[in-house]
């Protein structure tokens, strides 16, 4: 590290510097133009030009106070943060089960998890809907939660992290008679907060900005999450781009904040353990 | 005494599998016997009929559905475009801001960002960017490229979308890229300086070699997920595939197919040649990357 940057000449510097400002530029301007346009009068929205003294957020006010918009966020979040939760518990669970527990067809319940993960959503997706809709959750937050509790990819990943986890300690806590629950709340979970929180994270992000599952689940207005309701909008409101731009503003805004908060789980984390410093 | 603690454990055992049993069983292993059942049946969601067994029909009727076969066709051109652009970008931006570079927090988290950013909002923007009086052909027209309305032409939807699709992935496969160069000692740098190894020497004879895993697996990954590429063609496009159908993805069909015109059967069909196809595709990688690269 200590003799690296120092050792290049000027020129590829300047290639170098150059490449990724380019690319910092094409991956912000897009978001930058986006938040302007929706804080301009609808006439001005194709202007390249940017008038200051006619920024304003009544687009963000229109759209949240005469359209459903809070309805959707809020359908949003409580989707999103149950899954998170029903994850963050019954793939550390299961993944606990096993890496520490010995029990018949452990092998056999492994290459299950492992192999479901090679069979594409799609297929399932017919059927899904069928056994949804025969127990009546169409429509309904249950249908929108309840088959993404569990993830086979995770509990993996969550396996991978225990099985870290020295044995010494387990065993230590069983003889001073901790239950093998009592070691999974209080030994393992403690100590996986950096593997819980990555989960957590990739969990909601991708829950979040999920569009195809709930436009075919949520077909009433009032239960559509918010790309959904977003989509919808655009459908009917497609030439008011200050308020469409505004609801795409939205829509990414929790899951910016949520990535630049906990970023080190996503840029450093456990994709990246041992990355040179 | 020695039986009952075993009993205990696989007790404890089964009830902390307990929901990942059942998710399996009512969400996967029902879900996929009845899929592959459905697709020999003739099941229309509407009207009361009972399913019918009618053989290989449904997949006779996918597989001479001209709109299904062009689906094929076009998610393949988009695999191709994708999967390249945005590996190589992913690939210069990972061993750039790997090591080379001042505030390469800054770069790593700007390029992320659009991997964490809705598709419907990513495709709504850049409906907005790509309008024909948008602010992309406001730039075009000054070094002399002709206004068009990029989603809306059969020959350039499918390019505008690649474009869309990459840079809202580039990011993804950078930091797992990241993780790959990590692993590379910097003592093998060291001695190839010493050998007097430029830069390019060193990307070419060390990095790129010792990433082959991680190249092989992104390709995967990747190629993977571009031929099951539905949020931005069905927001771009809508359920007819855009312009001439041009932009009709494999899972847009089977969406439009099962949920438009609720013919499950043939939806059904269709989902399992999807399948199918992944899964050769799949497997001709591996062969063509080598036995010994299997993640």
């Known amino acids: 590290m200590w003799m690296k940057e120092n050792t290049y000449g000027i020129g590829v510097k300047i290639v170098l510097y150059t490449i990724c400002i380019l690319w910092a530029l094409i991956t912000l301007v897009p978001y930058l133009i986006a938040v302007i346009t929706s804080l301009k009068p609808v006439e001005d929205v194709t202007k390249f030009s940017v008038d200051f003294g006619k920024l304003s957020f009544s687009s963000y006010k229109y759209i949240t106070t005469e359209f459903p918009f809070m309805r959707w966020l809020f359908n949003s979040f409580v989707v999103a943060v149950a899954v998170t939760a029903g994850n963050l518990l019954f793939n550390s669970m299961a993944a606990y089960a096993l890496a520490r527990l010995s029990f018949p067809f452990k092998k056999v319940v492994f290459y299950i998890i492992i192999g479901t993960m090679m069979i594409p959503g799609q297929v399932l997706l017919i059927p899904i809907y069928l056994i949804l809709n025969k127990l009546g959750w169409i429509d309904s937050y249950k249908g929108l939660i309840i088959p993404w509790l569990v993830s086979a990819f995770y509990i993996f990943f969550m396996r991978q992290y225990f099985l870290t986890i020295p044995k010494d300690l387990e065993e230590a806590a069983l003889i001073d008679g901790l239950s093998r629950f009592g070691i999974f709340f209080k030994i393992f979970l403690p100590l996986s907060l950096p593997a819980l929180a990555t989960q957590a994270i990739f969990i909601f992000v991708g829950n979040w900005n999920s569009f195809m599952w709930p436009s075919i689940i949520a077909s009433s207005e009032e239960l559509y999450t918010l790309p959904v309701g977003l989509n919808s909008f655009y459908g009917q409101y497609y030439q008011f781009w200050n308020q469409v731009l505004a609801g795409a503003i939205l829509l990414s805004l929790p899951t910016i904040i949520v990535f630049v908060a906990f970023q080190k789980y996503f840029v450093r984390g456990i994709v990246t353990t041992g990355l040179k410093e | ?295």
């Open chain 2, 1 to 295: 005494m020695r039986n009952r603690t075993k009993t205990q454990e696989y007790l404890t055992a089964f009830v902390m599998l307990l929901p990942y049993i059942l998710s399996f069983c009512v969400f996967f292993a029902y879900p996929l016997v009845k899929a592959f059942m459905i697709s020999f049946q003739n099941f229309s969601f509407l009207g009361d009929a009972p399913p019918k067994f009618v053989g290989l029909a449904n997949y006779k009727e996918a597989l001479t559905n001209k709109m299904f076969l062009d689906s094929i066709l076009n998610t393949l051109y988009y695999s191709v475009l994708v999967v390249p652009t945005q590996l190589i970008i992913a690939l210069i931006l990972a061993v750039i801001v790997n090591d080379k570079v001042k505030f390469k927090e800054f770069f790593r988290t700007t390029y992320y960002l659009p991997t964490v950013t809705s598709p419907v909002a990513v495709s709504i923007i850049f409906l907005f960017l790509y309008k024909t009086d948008g602010l992309v052909n406001q730039i075009l027209s000054h070094i002399g490229i002709t206004p068009r309305n990029w989603f809306n032409e059969p020959s350039f939807v499918m390019p505008a979308i690649v474009s869309v699709a990459v840079w809202g992935s580039v990011g993804f496969y950078m930091v797992t890229f990241l993780s790959g160069l990590s692993t590379i000692p910097d003592q093998l740098y060291e001695a190839a300086e010493v050998e007097g190894a430029g830069e390019f020497i060193k990307l070419i004879k060390i990095t790129i070699p010792l990433l082959k895993p991680m190249i092989f697996f992104n390709t995967v990954v990747s190629f993977i997920s571009t031929l099951q590429m539905f949020d931005l063609s069905y927001i771009i496009g809508g359920s007819d595939g855009g312009p001439m159908g041009k932009a009709m993805t494999m899972v847009v069909m089977i969406y439009r197919t099962a949920f438009k015109e609720f013919n499950m059967g043939v939806a059904s069909a269709m989902a399992f040649v999807v399948f199918g196809i992944i899964f050769v595709l799949t497997l001709i990688q591996r062969k063509f990357f080598g036995e010994e690269m299997s993640y």
